[in-house]
């Protein structure tokens, strides 16, 4: 299983950016495919998912937009308004199921991409 992300950047406040994650290795449309970040020195944090129904963060929510491509086998997180908070080390994940209640918990995905940067800063 291959999660590739790419699409991070530098970026003024107020900005937009579009992470990709280019999926391989199993079955995309069954998968749970998320977004987790995490900012210097502090934990990862859930971002959004998306299988049948999307999930957000509440401080991205009306901000950022999840969606996938599945003749591409891949999922975009679509950047808007960024702010300086932000800022983080961006991660692709994908699972084939996770409890519903704990979709926001890192431990429920079993696959990882190696992350890409993005930093929202003037």
């Known amino acids: 299983v291959q999660l590739q992300a790419s699409g991070g950047g530098l970026v003024q406040p107020g900005g937009s950016l579009r992470l990709s994650c280019a999926v391989s290795g199993l079955a995309f449309s069954r998968y749970i495919i998320g977004w987790f970040r995490q900012a210097p020195g502090k934990e990862r944090e859930f971002v959004a998912n998306?299988?049948?129904?999307?999930y957000y963060a509440d401080s991205v929510k009306g901000r950022f937009t999840i969606s996938r491509d599945t003749a591409a086998n891949t999922v975009y997180l679509q950047m808007n308004s960024l702010k300086p908070e932000d800022t983080a080390v961006y991660y692709c994940?994908?699972?084939?199921?996770?409890?519903?209640?704990?979709?926001?918990?890192?431990?429920?995905?079993?696959?990882w991409g190696k992350g890409t940067l993005v930093t929202v800063s003037s």
């Open positions: 994940v994908a699972d084939a199921s996770v409890i519903v209640s704990a979709y926001r918990d890192p431990l429920q995905y079993d696959y």
């Open positions: 998306i299988r049948w129904n999307t």
